[in-house]
């Protein structure tokens, strides 16, 4: 996995991108960062965003602030994240996306238990995704315990206490999408969670004069000959008070922020209303892009026109 090339703090060295306005970067900036995260962190994870052509305004890639161990010391950093439609926009993109499936079923697995490996009953999510330029599926399979989120007291999230299977799927999809279409260096907000109580850091006062040179930064961006895979390795030497750690069940990187769901659960959740059973639903909105399925919630007569078509 390449180290992504630290970005160039002077803007006359940066080659301008036409990758999104202006007006668009000091929205991200202002609205989709956490409060603490400094100028180094959002030109890594505009970058990253860059690289992909993932759209952080429209919920296609999210910077999310997250414990890492770096040092033997626990730090907070800032980390760009998808979710399981963004990497099926990736598949669909690539012209040779052919369709994904994905099923939950208790199994019996091995576990380390007091030493000694004993089996046990698991729920375990296996997704296939298929490519017209191959004859096999790419497979990824996954246990309910190893990423199950929990929160800063050990209950679970209300995501996955409602619907293990949904978020267990869509850990699976996100694994099996990524081996598929070799997505490197990008993982979903699904599957990561902290190991350690996080450190939030304190942030310094921003001077004007600098923040106008993140915008010119920021503004005028260079596409990087490489693969992302690398996590900035910059830190600062700050102070650091204990936070809550990191609960991965909403899409959002500001806590007063509310994110609705992603369109194909929207859409999904909609054919239900309408009689569909929930592997039905799953079945037909996993084989629409993103921008399909919005168009589809954006005319509640599509939708029923959908349903007749499921049901004929």
Known sequence: MNQLQQAKPQA??????????????????????????????????????????LNPILKQIFFVERSA???????????????????????HRSGKFAGIDSD?????????????????????????????????????????SEYVQRTKDGSITKFWRDKPKTMLKKVAESQALRKAFDISGLYSVDEVGDDEPKKTKIAPKIETKATQNLNELLSSSEKPNISVGAKNSQTEKTEYIEAAPLEVE????????????????????????????????????????????????????SIDALMENLRS
């Open 12 to 53: 006359e060295q940066i080659a301008k991108s036409n990758w999104l306005s202006q007006d668009e970067k000091k929205i991200i900036k202002a609205q989709f960062f956490p409060p603490n995260a400094t100028d180094m962190d959002m030109i890594y994870c505009m970058k990253v965003a860059e690289t992909f052509n």
């Open 69 to 91: 161990n770096i040092d033997g010391r626990w730090i907070t950093k800032i980390e760009p994240l998808a979710g399981r439609d963004s990497f099926l926009t990736l598949a």
């Open 104 to 144: 939950c079923a208790i199994k019996q697995t091995a576990v380390l238990q007091d030493g000694e490996w004993v089996t046990k009953n698991e729920l375990v999510a296996t997704a296939r995704v298929y490519r017209t330029d191959n004859d096999r599926p790419f497979c990824a399979e996954v246990e309910y």
């Open 250 to 301: 909403i899409a959002t990187v500001k806590e007063n922020l509310t994110v609705e769901p992603m369109p194909h659960d929207l859409l999904q959740s909609e054919l239900v209303k309408r009689g569909a059973s929930e592997a039905e639903a799953e079945n037909l909105v996993e084989r629409l892009s993103i921008d399909e399925a919005r168009a589809y919630l954006d005319d509640p007569n």
